[in-house]
């Protein structure tokens, strides 16, 4: 089993910047894919970003230039550092890891991203 654990959402104002951070734990086999999605009220889930164990990055073209996706592999930790935020990308934020050799999926619980004056 996987477990991933999801930090630094909270409020900030438009324009401003949030740094999220997901700690994974547990059976993580090194060949995986990490990646961030959110989750508006009312809407489905959507990509935000993804990165490889090599650093491959795919961004949503939403986020493209506001965004940043990183990873540490000797801690298992992903980052996405996200500047000039807009109201619309207030939602919740989740992370999620795929185990290619079996693809299998882990998500985390989600960490609560508003974008408000």
């Known amino acids: 089993q996987v477990q991933l654990v999801e930090s630094g959402g909270g409020l900030v104002q438009p324009g401003g910047s949030l740094r999220l951070s997901c700690a994974a734990s547990?059976?993580?086999?090194?060949?995986?894919?990490m990646g961030w999605y959110r989750q508006a009220p009312g809407k489905e889930r959507e990509l935000v970003a993804v990165?490889?164990?090599?650093?491959?990055?795919n961004y949503a073209d939403s986020v493209k230039g506001r965004f940043t996706i990183s990873r540490n592999n000797a801690k298992n930790t992903m980052y996405l550092q996200m500047n000039s935020l807009k109201p619309e990308d207030t939602a919740v934020y989740y992370c999620?890891?795929?185990?290619?050799?079996?693809?299998?999926?882990?998500w985390g619980q989600g960490t609560q991203v508003t974008v408000s004056s």
């Open positions: 999620k890891l795929v185990i290619l050799t079996t693809n299998t999926d882990y």
């Open positions: 547990g059976s993580i086999v090194s060949i995986n894919t």
């Open positions: 990165i490889t164990r090599w650093g491959s990055t």
